[in-house]
């Protein structure tokens, strides 16, 4: 982290501390400004991108919407509802409700599988321990 400026107190982050710090690589960081998704880093005198905490912060939420398989057409059309202000606030919750319920859904078809996976598995224990009896007689 480095100052912008000598009597700057904003702080600032390289590439490198943004990579080391959200733990995407240079290739997802680049894949997000690409993709509009975050604003490119301000460039410093040597022509190497700065970033904020905002970045940190807007990396942290996208790169979890998208872990949890947000399409690339809902990301961005949060990000830009978000760039509109406060007046896009009800679209933006309601674009966050849709994918909440739709993980939702998903965690409870995962839930009936671990059930019935946990099922299976004390099976095969059963009668791995009833062959194993059956083996020492």
């Not at 480095?2 to 009597?7: E, Q």
């Not at 995962?110 to 059956?134: C, H, K, P």
């Amino acid at each position: 982290m480095y100052a912008t400026g000598p009597s700057s107190h904003a702080e600032t982050y390289s590439t490198t501390e943004v990579v080391r710090l959200s733990g995407l690589s240079t290739q997802s960081l680049r894949w997000y400004e690409d993709q509009g998704l975050i604003d490119s880093g301000a460039e410093d005198g040597a022509g190497d991108r700065i970033y904020n905490p905002v970045h940190l912060r807007w990396l942290k939420f996208l790169n979890h919407l998208r872990s949890t398989g947000m399409s690339l057409t809902d990301l961005r059309r949060y990000v830009e509802l978000n760039r509109e202000g406060d007046r896009t606030l009800a679209a933006r919750r309601e674009l966050l409700e849709a994918h909440r319920d739709h993980l939702r859904s998903q965690v409870d078809g995962y839930a009936a599988t671990l059930r019935y996976l946990d099922w299976r598995i004390g099976f095969y224990r059963e009668r791995e321990a009833v062959l194993a009896q059956s083996r020492a007689r």
